[in-house]
């Protein structure tokens, strides 16, 4: 199956330590997505959250944030 780029919307990179994360807002058979990529000295894991629930998983990173920095 060929990667087609073209559904590409938008595209974000965060580096940390020796990470690199990609967030990618795609389209796809299903609707639009993020895929979230982590990749480790060229190992990657990736994960798809559907952009319809976007909200819900922003604000539960938002509350983990908020009990991580609580805790610190």
């Known amino acids: 199956m ?3 780029n073209n559904d590409l919307l938008h595209t974000e990179k965060i580096i940390a330590d020796r ?3 990609y967030l990618d807002l795609k389209n ?3 609707g639009m997505v993020v895929k979230i990529t982590e990749d480790v ?3 990657r894991d990736t994960i798809m959250v559907p952009a319809d ?3 819900d998983f922003i ?3 938002s509350d983990i944030k908020a009990t ?3 805790n610190q």
Do not use: E
């Open 41 to 43: 000295s060229g190992n």
């Open 19 to 21: 990470k690199t994360f």
């Open 53 to 55: 629930i976007l909200g």
């Open 2 to 4: 060929q990667n087609n």
């Open 28 to 30: 796809n058979a299903r």
């Open 59 to 61: 604000a539960a990173l």
């Open 68 to 70: 991580s920095d609580d």
